[in-house]
């Protein structure tokens, strides 16, 4: 059953800016602390920002001062508002809770950022 539907990703040039939105079940978004997550060609996936039920953030360093994680309540939805973009932020973003289960099937499609000239 899906639980996580992400959207918003695109391509945009260096410096652009993309918000991108997830989707949750209830019994995740009110429960457990939800990260953005993503994965470039060739690389592993790596946690780029946590945002738990109360509101308290976490980023990583690659992402701080350009990226902003929220949540809706009303929405179950949590957002990325990523600025500043470059090439290296080009990648598959994934939501998911944090930590992430060990099972690959708890992951979604995703949603493409491609930053690039």
């Known amino acids: 059953q899906v639980q996580l539907v992400e959207s918003g990703g695109g391509l945009v040039q260096p410096g652009g800016s993309l918000r991108l939105s997830c989707v949750a079940s209830a019994r995740i978004f009110n429960v457990y602390p939800l990260a953005w997550y993503r994965q470039a060609p060739g690389k592993e996936r790596e946690r780029v920002a946590v945002i738990s039920p109360y509101g308290s953030l976490n980023y990583s360093d690659s992402v701080k001062g350009r990226f902003t994680i929220s949540r809706d309540n009303r929405k179950n939805t949590v957002y990325l508002q990523m600025n500043s973009l470059n090439s290296e932020d080009t990648a598959i973003y994934y939501c998911?809770?944090?930590?992430?289960?060990?099972?690959?099937?708890?992951w979604g499609q995703g949603t493409q950022a491609t930053v690039t000239s």
């Open positions: 998911n809770v944090h930590p992430p289960p060990n099972n690959n099937s708890s």
